[in-house]
């Protein structure tokens, strides 16, 4: 079955830095989401890419969609406290017919203040 | 409140016992999805319904397991001889007609002792 993995498992950064978080799939997808959990609390959307080589920007935030459409990366410039929690990509196979999202493993961002 | 509800937020139950959980979408969303999220991974996909119809049921849904959107509004998540491997958070989340977001309720914390 289709597998979503996420590297790092965890990052420390100190306020200010980067932090980035790698997405990749076992099988080619039609479009990736981006969750963010914050501890204790539940998944909230972010964005999604559909486009092979997408990339879409969110203030801080920079996301790119690969041009195999089966990796996909988060990175957020200049962390600050309100970034800290688990960064999930989602991703689905196809675009009919399967509304199934495969999470991945999440990368859990903790900010050093 | 306008996001999606869902009840009870903690269950404790006894092995073997049946437990039902309730999911209220946002108003209009046609689109209803269950996960189950254990410590440290992604919400893993259970079930999903278009209005009142279960489309799409994961290999995770053992028999034990059943989901119902009767009216194509709430929905119920039934498991019956519960074991201890099913404790976990039980997560709804719901989608608009013309939106692909997820947006997720707060969840129910099952544990089975």
């Known amino acids: 079955g289709q597998q979503v993995m996420q590297i790092p498992q965890y990052q420390h950064v100190q306020e200010g830095e980067d932090f980035t978080t790698y997405c990749n799939s076992s099988?080619?997808?039609?479009?990736i989401q981006w969750y963010k959990q914050r501890p204790g609390g539940h998944p909230v959307f972010l964005i999604q890419?559909?486009?092979?080589?997408e990339v879409k920007k969110q203030k801080r935030l920079t996301f790119q969609f690969g041009e195999a459409k089966k990796n996909s990366s988060l990175h957020i410039t200049a962390t600050q406290t309100t970034d800290v929690g688990t960064y999930f990509c989602?991703?689905?196979?196809?675009?009919?017919?399967?509304?199934?999202?495969?999470f991945g493993t999440g990368t859990r961002l903790t900010i050093i203040p | 409140d306008t996001g999606v509800s869902q009840n009870p937020r903690h269950k404790i139950t006894k092995r073997g016992q049946n437990v039902t959980f309730r999911c209220d979408p946002i108003s209009e969303h046609n689109r209803l999805y269950w996960y189950r999220q254990t410590l440290g991974q992604g919400p893993e996909f259970l079930t999903y319904f278009q209005n009142e119809a279960q489309l799409e049921k994961s290999r995770l849904l053992s028999d034990r397991f059943s989901a119902e959107r009767p009216k194509g509004s709430f929905s119920t998540l039934e498991i019956q001889r519960t074991e201890q491997g099913d404790s976990a958070m039980y997560l709804c989340?719901?989608?608009?007609?013309?939106?692909?977001?997820?947006?997720f309720g707060p969840g129910t914390r099952l544990t089975v002792t």
């Open positions: 989602a991703g689905r196979s196809s675009n009919f017919g399967n509304e199934k999202l495969t």
């Open positions: 099988t080619t997808l039609s479009n």
């Open positions: 890419l559909v486009k092979s080589g």
């Open positions: 989340a719901s989608s608009p007609p013309a939106g692909y977001e997820q947006y």
